[in-house]
């Protein structure tokens, strides 16, 4: 659900759930992978973290850079409050060097209280 929200936004050359390897090598930014960085249970999962990954290619301005991924930042977090599933903001940074030559952020989120949607 979350994959589909972003994708309606349109403001993403890709998006795909898991970072797979050879990722820095993309030529299609910006980008979104979207990774599952732990699930609580009690029998059945009742909340997840979820980390959204918002690359951009590295550019000599800084500035436009983060402007660009702050208003990416806004619409995705607007998309994500359309769900019909409790969503809580855990953190946002940016500047990550996870992958050469692009710059991510990172949006984490929490869904919770899975256990009515299975």
């Known amino acids: 659900m979350i994959k589909d ?5 349109n403001l993403f050359k890709s998006v795909k ?3 797979e390897k050879g990722a820095d090598k993309a030529i299609n930014c910006p980008f979104i992978r979207i990774i599952s960085e732990s699930e609580d249970y009690k ?7 979820v980390q959204i990954v918002i690359v951009f290619d590295t550019k000599n301005d800084i500035e436009l850079l983060y402007k660009e991924f702050y208003a990416a930042l806004f619409e ?5 409050f359309e769900l019909p599933l409790k969503i809580e903001l855990i953190d946002a940074y940016f500047d990550e060097d996870k992958l050469a030559n692009l710059k991510a952020g990172i949006l ?3 869904l919770a209280d899975l256990v009515d949607r299975q």
Do not use: F, Y
Request: zero cysteines.
């Open 43 to 49: 029998g059945i999962v009742t909340n997840a973290i």
């Open 108 to 110: 984490r989120v929490k």
């Open 5 to 9: 929200k972003i994708i309606e936004l």
């Open 76 to 80: 995705i977090k607007n998309k994500l």
């Open 17 to 19: 759930i898991g970072l």
